[in-house]
């Protein structure tokens, strides 16, 4: 059994002589929250769809717990336990917040996804607004039950492409604060993609940077702050 429950190993998405992402490898352990850092364009959600089968890849290999998945579509992926969020939520507004929750779950052939779908809104602190409709949720609630449809089937690995997208200050330190207790309480283990680097600092153990298709720089939060590398690249001086 791999000690990795993702390892992206030399990804390469190549467009004609366009290199989006040009040999990038990266690991999650179990628990772990790793951060995706860099200027827009970088590559940073190239590389999530890679990871998670939406391109197809120009070489490279991924495995999810020691299983290559490089072949695999995005729904096998999923069964594997690979789930992600995308910018835009993708709640259904005239649908109730139990129903969407438990429609996801039964899609994943939970076998009992009512089950499933309280113990994720229980998590999420959304279930006091169970019965409420989508579109009746304040933004920051409507990230929250994104991210509750992402983790029906209690999914190994979360991948979040700007969860704290159009958040307010205490929103994003809600959600960071429940997806640092979810890698605790749930074992999900978490890439993250993010341009609030008070989020990204405050709940990663490890940062990424990209740069160009790139990693440029990588280890704790600590020491990625003070390469120089990273401040010329993209923290600058608010580093």
Not at 66 to 71: C, F, K, N, R, T
Not at 178 to 206: N, P
């Amino acid at each position: 059994m791999s000690e990795y429950v993702l390892q992206a190993e030399d990804v390469a998405i190549h467009y004609g002589g366009v290199k989006a992402v040009d040999g990038v490898s990266l690991t999650l352990t179990k628990g772990q929250i790793r951060g995706l850092i860099g200027p827009n364009g970088a590559g940073k959600s190239t590389v999530i769809d890679a990871i998670t089968g939406r391109r197809r890849l120009t070489r490279g290999r991924v495995t999810l717990g020691g299983i290559d998945v490089s072949a695999m579509g995005v729904v096998e992926r999923r069964m594997h336990g690979l789930s992600r969020s995308f910018q835009r939520t993708s709640i259904f507004g005239q649908m109730t917040v139990r129903k969407q929750v438990e429609l996801a779950s039964h899609q994943m052939g939970v076998a009992d996804s009512s089950a499933d779908a309280n113990a994720v809104l229980q998590e999420l602190e959304l279930l006091h607004m169970a019965e409420s409709l989508g579109e009746d949720l304040g933004y920051g609630e409507q990230r929250r039950l994104d991210l509750a449809l992402a983790l029906v089937g209690r999914p190994s690995v979360l991948l979040l492409d700007e969860p704290m997208a159009g958040l307010s200050v205490k929103e994003s330190q809600d959600l960071a604060r429940h997806l640092k207790a979810l890698t605790s309480r749930w074992d999900v283990s978490v890439l993250l993609v993010e341009h609030d680097m008070d989020v990204v600092f405050g709940i990663s153990d490890v940062v990424t940077v990209f740069e160009l298709g790139r990693v440029i720089a990588g280890g704790t939060p600590a020491e990625v702050r003070t390469d120089a590398r990273v401040r010329e690249a993209y923290l600058g001086s608010a580093a």
